[in-house]
Every structure is written in C-alpha cells, then in structure tokens.
C-alpha cells in the first residue's frame, strides 16, 4: 500500500498543523512542497480548491483541511496520547479551544499580520483582538504545563502555528509583552524534535521530475 502524499507549503500555519500531525502519529507520507503561484497540475486535478494542506490517499480520497488531517492521524495512530484517550470529557473541550482558534482568533490575527505590514493604524486594534484568546491560553498555562493539562494534547500542536505566527509579526513587542507562561510554552514545543522535522526545508517539487518523501518513524515527542 502506498504511503499518502502531502502536498503542503512549509511556513503555511496550516500546512505546519498537518505535517505535525502526521508526524506525531508516526505515518509515513510523501512530501510535496509547493509554490501556491505554481501549484501542480496533479494537485488541481486532485482538488481545484488549490489549497494546502492537501492529504491523497491512494485511492484517490483526500483530506483538505488541517484538523481534519490530524484527527484521522491520530485515530489511526497516537502513540504520545494526544488525544487524551483516558480523560474522554477533554475532548470536547480540546475541540472548542481549537475552535475559538481557527474562527475568531484566526480572524483578528489576518487583520493584525495585514495592517501591520501596511502600516495600518489599525493594527493595535486587532493586536488586543488576538490577545483575548492569548490570554485566556496564559492562564491555562499558568494552571498546568500543556494547555489542557500536564501532558501534550492534540490542542497544543494544532494552536502552535498560529502563536509562532503572531509571535513573527511584531517581534519586538512579543519579547516585551507579559506572557512569561506562553513564551515557555512556545520555547519548550520549538525544541521538540519533531517540530523542527516538521519545518525541515525541502526543494519545491515538480511533477514528474521530483519528490520528497518523509519517513519520521523515529523521533520521539517531549514530555
């Protein structure tokens, strides 16, 4: 059976939840990393919708949302426990955090990325937006290691992009701001292995002339 192909975009916060997905549930997978101004006539044929990430099973099936992606991996395989398979009532809970995530602070964190490189006077505005949800995550962390306990979760590895984004788009202001439990955090995932496997960097590639294939089998997460 072939491994499934990943076509994906490595500084994607997107793509990056997907690919720690995967990775976390030990699946082997084909990595396809592309140029969204030249996307692959394969990839288009699969879904016109032109997006990463991308998951193509053999049988033609795909999975085009990054959630998604990371459920079915660790459904398949959760070797660390991210879905905290022994607290059952977590996950409900895991499912709404990741939620206010994607739908709200997502939202405000396009705004502030925007107005900030376009100098925009706004961007203050939409800064505050997005610190609603930091921190209510500060205060999470300031309760227990992980933001749903003392162990990692599936909540931590999918929210992590989107803080590393907003992390980038006022450095200097991060480094100065008052998250002392959110900057460990942040800290302590970067240096899990397999976060820096996730963001190794490999050559675009091209149909028919090259491909990146990921076997990650034997990396360990941290504790």
Same mark, same amino acid.
């Given at each position: 059976? &072939? ?59 795909? +999975? ?27 996950f409900p809970e895991m499912l709404s955090l990741i939620a206010r995530n994607d739908y709200k602070y997502i ?20 800064r505050k937006l997005c610190e609603s949800f930091l921190f209510d995550l500060e205060n999470r962390l300031s ?9 990692? &979760?599936?909540?931590?590895?999918? +929210? ?6 907003? &992390? ?25 292995? +397999?976060? &820096? ?14 491909t990146q294939t990921a076997q990650h089998n034997d990396l360990t997460v941290i504790s």
């Amino acid at each position: 059976m &072939s491994s499934p192909i990943l076509y994906t975009l490595r500084q994607c916060p997107y793509a990056i939840r997907a690919r720690l997905g995967l990775l976390l549930a030990e699946i082997n997978f084909e990595q396809r990393d592309i140029d969204l101004r030249q996307k692959p006539t394969d990839m288009l044929a699969i879904s016109n919708k032109g997006t990463v990430p991308l998951l193509v099973f053999e049988n033609g099936d795909y +999975i085009d949302e990054s959630l998604e992606v990371m459920i079915w991996a660790l459904n398949n395989n959760d070797p660390h426990d991210l879905l905290l398979s022994q607290k059952p009532h977590y996950f409900p809970e895991m499912l709404s955090l990741i939620a206010r995530n994607d739908y709200k602070y997502i939202t405000a964190l396009e705004h502030y990325k925007a107005d900030t490189r376009y100098h925009n006077p706004e961007a203050p505005v939409y800064r505050k937006l997005c610190e609603s949800f930091l921190f209510d995550l500060e205060n999470r962390l300031s309760q227990h290691k992980y933001l749903m306990a003392d162990q990692l &979760s599936l909540a931590d590895y999918a +929210i992590l992009p989107f803080i590393r984004q907003f &992390s980038h788009v006022e450095r200097q202001w991060f480094r100065e701001a008052d998250y002392p439990n959110l900057k460990q955090w942040l800290s302590d995932l970067y240096q899990d292995p +397999i976060f &820096s496997k996730a963001m190794t960097k490999y050559p675009l590639w091209e149909s028919c002339t090259n491909t990146q294939t990921a076997q990650h089998n034997d990396l360990t997460v941290i504790s």
